[in-house]
């Protein structure tokens, strides 16, 4: 008698960005599953697609801010321009042939767990089943629109980074950037010479890390093409996994000779590049180095030191028609303004409703802080999977390879659902429970809880990020302990 293939298991991804494409590209490269992926948005790319503004660049390098599976020859330069990483994921949609696995405009609104199953919904009513979740929602998606008294009287253009409307022009106005963080610092440089001045508004001023950016020759790219080593020298270079280890330790405990070091360096930096004394004083932080994420700049120092350039530190009283009025009075008449104030990174999956076993109600589960489990799971949620969640390492540092890393955790477990060793994997309550409580009390040691306001931090002040190092992620997603969940079926 002849016997049935075995049904596939039906997964579906929650995003076509970065992290999502990932999935998308190993669920079908396994060949078991049955794939589908909803995409809020008319096309791929996420904060590349939706982030466009003059000026924006990755500060990780290039050549690390790609795939391992799928390495590119052709950046343009050490620090990739925006709009070549977004043609990077297009072009690896293509390659990859997922393209017919996503459902655009399709923006899920519910996911429910009833019947050993997820069932989801989607904003234009769509309802479909699955047996798996990956969801790939990204953090900065959500935009942050600053609440600034008179922001609607404003008579000039107005947009938030993020929604940057080029049909405005540029030329010959006077544009001010609010918002200081590696948004606002990109617009500023490329801006300036531009426009006819750019003021720079920020309430209180950052740390900045000299990064140099050089342009690839076409014989860089030549000999990339024909020599991939090349591209891991850099991707496995001492330079860049060097730094990334170096920072990360130092992060980890802010009391390191690592965080000295990091230190001496923006402050060498500030020292030695801003020539008048005053402006100086004006840029110093009042914090340490990388309590806010650090921003990595090759010529911001320079630039804001151009007389068609102004740096105003201070808070804002309101807009008015004719500009920004500072709480000192004084008016920064300008004829364009652009919101360079990020996102609200605590939303993840927010504002869809996702119900799992036993009543689990994410509402209720992040009603304080939102925490995943290596930032990929949670108890109360089975077969649900995150790619770069919450309490994940966020930084200075190539998110891909944070979301490829998880995966590899995450394809151990598929790997137990797809064999039929199990139905069901839930992560048990006391395993969420000890990590919560190792990670806050790491926490407090960590850079980002030494006394500053910044995204990093939760709705109680305490670091939201991963709290150790860049290797003990490593060795903790590259070992995954089965036992941590229970099986059910």
């Known amino acids: 008698m002849t016997q049935l293939p075995k049904p596939k298991l039906r997964v579906a991804v929650l995003g076509a960005g970065m992290s999502g494409i990932l999935a998308a590209i190993r669920l079908q490269q396994a060949g078991v599953y049955e794939v589908v992926v909803f995409e809020k948005a008319d096309r791929i790319g996420g904060t590349w697609r939706d982030n466009h503004y003059p000026g924006l660049t990755c500060d990780v390098p290039a050549h690390a801010y790609t795939f391992s599976f799928a390495p590119h020859a052709e950046w343009s330069s050490f620090l990739a321009p925006g709009p070549e990483i977004q043609q990077y994921f297009e072009g690896l949609v293509r390659q990859f042939q997922i393209e017919s696995l996503i459902r655009f405009n399709q923006e899920v609104s519910s996911c429910v767990w009833q019947n050993q199953g997820w069932q989801l919904q989607t904003s234009s009513g769509l309802q479909q089943s699955f047996d798996i979740v990956i969801a790939a929602t990204g953090v900065l998606h959500h935009l942050n629109q600053p609440e600034i008294k008179g922001l609607d009287s404003f008579a000039g253009d107005c947009f938030h980074s993020a929604r940057w409307d080029h049909s405005v022009p540029l030329q010959g ?38 990064y140099p950016n050089p342009p690839y020759s076409d014989a860089d790219r ?39 070091e990091i230190e001496a360096v923006v402050l060498n930096h500030l020292e030695t590049s801003i020539r008048d004394p005053a402006m100086r004083e004006r840029l110093r932080p ?14 911001y120092f320079e630039v804001v030191q151009r007389d068609d350039v102004e740096v105003i530190v201070g808070e804002i009283a309101q807009i008015e028609p004719e500009g920004v009025r500072m709480k000192d009075g004084r008016l920064l008449a300008l004829d364009v ?40 799971a949670m108890p109360g949620f089975p077969n649900f999977f995150m790619l770069n969640g919450p309490t994940g390492p966020v930084g200075n540092f190539s998110l891909i390879d944070i979301a490829e890393r998880q995966w590899g955790y995450i394809d151990a477990l598929l790997a137990e659902l797809s064999s039929g060793r199990a139905k069901t994997l839930v992560l048990k309550p006391e395993v969420m429970q000890d990590y919560e409580a190792r990670r806050l009390q790491a926490g407090k040691q960590t850079i980002f809880g030494s006394g500053c306001s910044s995204w990093y931090l939760d709705s109680e002040g305490a670091p939201s990020t ?15 302990r089965l036992e941590e969940f229970e099986r059910i079926g």
């Open 173 to 210: 106005r006077r544009v001010g950037v609010i918002g200081n963080g590696s948004t606002g610092v990109q617009i500023v440089s490329n801006l300036a010479g531009k426009a006819s001045r750019v003021v720079h508004i920020q309430r209180s001023p950052q740390w900045i890390m000299p």
């Open 222 to 260: 030549a000999a990339f093409r024909s020599d991939p080593a090349l591209i891991d020298q850099i991707r496995y270079s001492e330079f860049y996994l060097g730094l990334v280890n170096r920072f990360t330790e130092g992060v980890a405990d802010k009391d390191s000779q690592q965080m000295a």
């Open 286 to 299: 009042n914090y340490r180095a990388a309590c806010k994420r650090l921003i990595f700049s090759p010529d």
């Open 337 to 376: 303004l652009a919101l360079a104030t990020g996102f609200k990174a605590d939303r993840f999956l927010r504002p869809m409703t996702l119900l799992g076993q036993d009543g689990a109600d994410l509402a209720l589960s992040w009603a304080r802080k939102p925490s995943a489990y290596l930032g990929i």
């Open 466 to 480: 991963w709290p150790w190092n860049y290797q003990a992620f490593a060795e903790q997603t590259g070992a995954p």
